[in-house]
């Protein structure tokens, strides 16, 4: 088969750029350090789910590879993020906030364009839903980290991300995108589609709700916050990147 001869070369790429990801430590994990012990926990995870993923988008092949390179990808780059971020951590005790948010702006947009994809893998869709979801993570995101780098009032940053998340959520409960899930989707994808915006509801408030307790009020401590963080992610990249394999997996092997 193709896609074990292209395996090799892909998975070496993700090897070497994790690998050197890592090169920045200088301190050990102490074995009491449980945030440090959630960084490592969760960057392995990650980097194992990127094979997973690559793996399966070669595997299944046609219109469900590109949702599971997608999967690939957020993981991919959050694992990068994570082993850079568990360095300064175990090093320092700190995590600046601008590695997150680097993150997101690169994870979040490609975890919305999900559910245009698992909806474009089954029907035809308008892009309208691809461009309003990526909008609605531009004004979630940048007016969150201007509030929080001190280039915007911090209400005010909050205020505007609060509604990106809001135009998000209308989109894919009563917009557009629900209406083509509810109305043309198979099961297996109806209820991928229903479960991803659980997350997006329930698994992303932990963010904002990191904004107001770690920095508008300042009444969490930066070890709840990180730990809170690492277990968020497990939920909104690997869990959500699990749902989509599920869907492709139901619609390849019923065909
Ligand atoms: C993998 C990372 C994910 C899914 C990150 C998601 C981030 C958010 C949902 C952030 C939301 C925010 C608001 C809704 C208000 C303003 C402050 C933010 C940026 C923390």
Redesign the pocket.
Same mark, same amino acid.
């Given at each position: 088969m193709k896609y074990k001869k292209i395996m090799a070369p892909v998975l070496g790429s993700v090897a070497l750029a994790m690998s050197s990801a890592s090169n920045a430590a200088t301190a050990n994990l102490a074995s009491g350090d449980f945030v440090g012990i959630t960084f490592w926990l969760i960057s392995m995870a990650l980097a194992a789910s990127t094979v997973f993923f690559l793996w399966e988008a070669l595997r299944m092949g046609g219109k469900w590879s590109t949702s599971l390179t997608v999967s690939a990808l957020v993981t991919f780059i959050?694992a990068v993020h994570y082993f850079y971020m568990r360095d300064v951590w175990v090093a320092t005790g700190d995590t600046p906030t601008v590695y997150r948010y680097i993150d &997101?702006l690169l994870?979040?947009p490609l975890?919305m364009i999900e559910f245009y994809l698992i909806l474009a893998a089954i029907t035809k869709v308008s892009g309208g839903i691809f461009w309003r979801l990526l909008i609605g993570t531009l004004v979630?995101?940048v007016p969150?980290y201007m509030g929080e780098a001190g280039y915007m009032d911090i209400t005010m940053?909050?205020i505007i991300?609060?509604l990106g998340?809001a135009y998000i959520l209308y989109e894919i409960f009563a917009g557009e995108a629900s209406k083509v899930a509810a109305a043309q989707a198979s099961p297996a994808v109806q209820s991928s589609y229903k479960n991803m915006r659980i997350i997006v509801t329930l698994g &992303?408030a932990i963010?904002?709700l990191g904004?107001v307790l770690g920095y508008m009020t300042q009444t969490a401590s930066m070890e709840a916050l990180n730990i809170v963080y690492n277990l968020a992610?497990v939920v909104?990249?690997i869990a959500f990147g699990l749902l989509i394999w599920y869907a492709a997996n139901e619609e390849t092997s019923n065909a």
């Open positions: 959050a &997101w994870t979040v975890l979630m995101l969150g940053g909050f991300g609060m998340w &992303w963010y904002p904004y992610d909104n990249k």
